[in-house]
């Protein structure tokens, strides 16, 4: 089996910074493209930021220039670290793994269980 459990979460005010984190185990061969998604109730869960194998990333446009994805491959983590905080950044962060599983030809997508992110004074 294979978990995603992400962690960093809570509450920031206006212009702070949070690193969520996530990490993945389980029985894993490899892992190929990794991503982190918001969601807020009543709305569509949407992409923040993602990361391929590789190291090329990909940012919403709300993210672009405050968000940093990265990765360690050796850890099977993805972090994200979220720098001038706004309000509306308000949401369950959940983090998403294409992974490769022992025994298995195809890759499978995994989410995590996700992790609040309150920005608020």
């Known amino acids: 089996q294979v978990q995603l459990v992400e962690s960093g979460g809570g509450l920031v005010q206006p212009g702070g910074s949070l690193r969520l984190s996530c990490a993945a185990s389980?029985?894993?061969?490899?892992?190929?493209?990794m991503a982190w998604y918001r969601q807020v109730p009543g709305k569509q869960r949407v992409m923040v930021a993602t990361?391929?194998?590789?190291?090329?990333?990909n940012y919403a446009d709300s993210a672009f220039g405050r968000f940093t994805i990265s990765r360690d491959n050796a850890k099977n983590t993805v972090d994200l670290q979220m720098n001038s905080l706004k309000p509306e950044d308000t949401a369950v962060y959940y983090c998403?793994?294409?992974?490769?599983?022992?025994?298995?030809?195809?890759?499978?997508?995994?989410w995590g269980q996700g992790t609040q992110v309150t920005v608020s004074s």
């Open positions: 990361i391929t194998s590789g190291g090329r990333t």
């Open positions: 389980g029985s894993i061969v490899r892992i190929v493209d």
């Open positions: 998403n793994a294409d992974i490769f599983r022992m025994g298995s030809v195809l890759p499978r997508a995994y």
